[in-house]
């Protein structure tokens, strides 16, 4: 089948040069996979653990308060008192060249931001326990985001490697099967022609 490529020994070369650097494509593409799905299994891993936490933290958080609702009334003004808390950091993180958010919170101390007159031990207790979800959900911000790109990153990894696998590596087999059958041909034809012209020149010596 022709390809449209001059059958030349130049040619040839060329061609096996491009499939030697294909398939050593594929390969280093087979490996990056295997290593981002490594990768993304122990996050997925670290996030069930960080998920069961999450739960019990909220539902601990919630039930203390309600205790301090039942005791104190309202907490709604007290909490307005707690102030924003800007210690978020975002840093670029990199595996196999595939970059994805790191993101932690700051350490802090944790004080009390409303006066203790008027406040009972429950409400302290309930917001040390919403301290510790923000904490947990943070790190679970953290896995999700990572899940999220180094799934992007699989997949992108997968394609190139369907490419390298269906159609760079057989179209590059089947040109240097091409050119190959064309230059042994055109040689079968110079040597079919070599030896006419020699049989004529014997013929034409006698």
């Known amino acids: ?52 936490e999450l739960e019990l933290a909220y539902a601990d958080a919630y039930e203390k308060l309600k205790k301090a609702h039942l005791f104190m009334g309202s907490c709604l003004e007290y909490a307005r008192s707690v102030p924003v808390d800007d210690g978020l950091e975002v840093v670029l993180r990199s595996v196999m060249g595939v970059e994805h958010p790191e993101i932690t919170l700051g350490e802090r101390e944790t004080g009390i931001h409303y006066g203790l007159s008027a406040t009972s031990s429950q409400l302290d207790d309930a917001y040390l326990a919403f301290e510790n979800v923000k904490r947990l959900t943070v790190r679970m911000a953290d896995i999700e985001s990572s899940v999220i790109r180094l799934a992007d990153a699989i997949g992108k990894t997968q394609k190139r490697t369907n490419a390298l696998n269906n159609i760079m590596i057989p179209r590059l087999q089947e040109e240097i099967r091409y050119i190959t059958d064309a230059l042994e041909e055109k040689d079968r034809e110079d040597f079919s022609r070599l030896k006419v012209i020699k049989n004529t020149g014997t013929e034409e010596e006698l």
């Open 1 to 52: 089948m022709a390809t449209g490529t001059a059958p030349t020994k130049n040619n040839l070369m060329a061609a096996k040069k491009s499939l030697e650097l294909a398939k050593t494509g594929y390969d280093l593409m087979g490996k990056k996979k295997n290593i981002l799905v490594r990768e993304i299994m122990t996050l997925l891993e670290r996030s069930e653990t960080i998920q069961d």
